[in-house]
């Protein structure tokens, strides 16, 4: 029981999951409707790439019976680019207020946690947790109407945000505090580990105008 329990620990948290939920969020917002044509955009790949090696692998819980380098390796390669398996970020973004506190919660808490790590280093599961609170805005990165996925907690977050306009000044601390801190849905409460100032200023980017969703991936992911 302890190796399965572990096994799957390592695939929602690490190595599959946190993947899936940074490709649905961006993905909506860049139009995309296939988790397979998403890991042919280059930023976006270098996203979950960079989530998964760079900032899971150090906090990785190692089932013991596979490697979860190797496991991580075969889904950036074979499972998230496949076009037979018909994951559309739209299905995948559904109640991702209920997973970012596992996907994503999980190895923040760990970096916390640990004497040689510093949650506070983390720059790339910040990016998709900024990603998910521009996506709450419910306009693409073309700033036409979106829709939004089914969430128990859409009532509750969007109107947080309803004084965010794109392209214009806004206080990103006091629309985003309310969502950061909340330590149900993260785990803990971003600010106290060191992330919500960073995550701000990465929605800041976000928001900046037509088109910042994607100038603000290449700012941090490069061409």
């Given at each position: ?132 609170c ?5 306009l ?39 969502i ?44």
């Amino acid at each position: 029981r302890e190796t399965v329990n572990n096994v799957e620990r390592m695939k929602v948290t690490t190595c599959l999951n946190p993947l899936h939920t940074a490709l649905a969020v961006y993905g909506c917002l860049l139009g995309y409707t296939s988790i397979a044509a998403e890991m042919r955009d280059p930023q976006l790949r270098a996203l979950v790439e960079h989530i998964g090696y760079d900032e899971g692998m150090p906090v990785v819980v190692d089932p013991g019976i596979l490697s979860p380098r190797d496991f991580i390796a075969e889904v950036i390669r074979d499972r998230l680019p496949n076009p037979f398996i018909p994951d559309a970020p739209q299905r995948i973004a559904c109640d991702t207020s209920q997973k970012v506190g596992i996907r994503f919660g999980e190895t923040i808490k760990a970096y916390a946690a640990s004497p040689d790590l510093d949650a506070a280093n983390l720059t790339y599961i910040p990016l998709a947790i900024a990603g998910w609170c521009r996506y709450l805005l419910a306009l693409d990165d073309e700033l036409r109407p979106m829709e939004l996925s089914s969430d128990p907690m859409l009532d509750t977050l969007c109107p947080l945000l309803s004084g965010v306009k794109i392209g214009e000044p806004f206080d990103a601390h006091a629309a985003l505090q309310p969502i950061l801190s909340n330590a149900v849905l993260f785990g803990s409460d971003l600010h106290e580990v060191g992330l919500g100032e960073k995550i701000e200023g990465m929605f800041c980017e976000l928001t900046a105008g037509c088109g910042a969703v994607r100038r603000t991936l290449i700012n941090y992911l490069g061409q």
